[in-house]
């Protein structure tokens, strides 16, 4: 487990981000997701403006030199709304006021090149990681991912409730999902370790945002 958290590389305490030297990654934002949750009828406004400024205090705790957004940044696809459209322009250009900004392009990033110019494909490279979304096959280790939103059942005795966790292994790194509105999926069950990167794995250990070991879970 130690091996990846190791010299330059570090979880934010409390945050789904993790730092690379001075290089800020983060995944699964899904900017415009309220278009979806009122198609199923739930009217809420104003989360992505909420996921923005939380990045803004992300940004001032962290005081990165460049932001790598692993992934799905925005969420409606095929299409994508002018409010979205804005949300996207607005978060980069907060980055931008940090450092650079890249977009790796995950499976909700269709067309993003339409509204950004900070898009660098479907797999970056930054020092000895390979970072990628992880809804493409990856052959390269170790690797960063985002994709799979682990979440883990704590017990509260009565009952069991979802918490946002880190997965790791000796090759991989799986980011939990930077959406606030996004806890995730219960990563006690392999079928949803989404996508072919993380079904690639057998074993994970999980620890919680603020680096307590939970255990591990296992195929």
Same mark, same amino acid.
Do not use: M, Q, W
């Given at each position: 487990m130690g091996n990846l958290l190791s010299g330059n590389v570090r979880f934010v305490e409390g945050w789904p981000a993790l730092l690379i030297k001075k290089t800020l990654v983060i995944a699964d934002v899904h900017l415009g997701i309220e278009k979806e949750l009122w198609k199923e009828g739930i009217l809420v406004s104003g989360l992505s403006r909420m996921a923005i400024e939380r990045f803004r205090e992300l940004l001032e705790l962290t005081k990165p030199k460049k932001i790598i957004v692993n992934g799905d940044l925005r969420h409606n696809i095929p299409v994508f709304t002018a409010k979205e459209a804005r949300a996207v322009k607005d978060f980069v250009e907060l980055g931008e006021t940090y450092g650079r900004v890249l977009v790796v392009k995950g499976n909700h990033d269709g067309d993003i090149e339409k509204i950004?110019?900070?898009?660098? +494909?479907?797999?970056?490279?930054? +020092?000895?990681?390979?970072?990628?979304? +992880?809804?493409?096959?990856?052959?390269?280790?170790? &690797?960063?991912? +985002?994709?799979?939103?682990? &979440?883990?059942?704590?017990?509260?005795h009565f009952k069991k409730e979802l918490t946002k966790v880190w997965l790791l292994n000796e090759n991989l790194i799986v980011l939990p999902a930077f959406s606030p509105f996004i806890t995730g999926n219960d990563v006690t069950n392999p079928e949803n370790w989404l996508g072919p990167v993380a079904r690639r794995e057998n074993h994970f250990d999980v620890l919680t945002l603020d680096g307590f070991y939970l255990g591990s879970v296992e195929k």
């Open positions: 950004i110019d900070n898009v660098v +494909g479907s797999i970056h490279r930054e +020092g000895k990681f390979y970072i990628t979304h +992880g809804h493409v096959r990856l052959d390269h280790r170790p &690797a960063i991912i +985002g994709h799979v939103h682990p &979440a883990f059942p704590i017990d509260l």
